[in-house]
């Protein structure tokens, strides 16, 4: 890995700026992942408690 040489803080301010944007973004889809993931399962349970309910 290459070593940065920032010449001025805008170009250290900007990068910063851009890595914070990325990391928000993964951190929402993740969580986007994770919640349709939970609402899926959370489904399916409902689905089979329904189903071996009406079919006693």
């Known amino acids: 890995m290459n070593e ?9 301010q900007s990068a910063l700026r851009r ?11 993740t969580l986007l992942v994770l919640g349709i993931v939970a609402v899926g399962v959370l489904a399916t349970w409902l ?5 071996e309910h009406f079919s006693q």
């Open 4 to 12: 940065q040489s920032w010449d001025d803080d805008t170009d250290y």
């Open 19 to 29: 890595m914070r944007i990325t990391m928000a973004f993964a951190l929402i889809g």
């Open 47 to 51: 689905f089979l408690a329904v189903a």
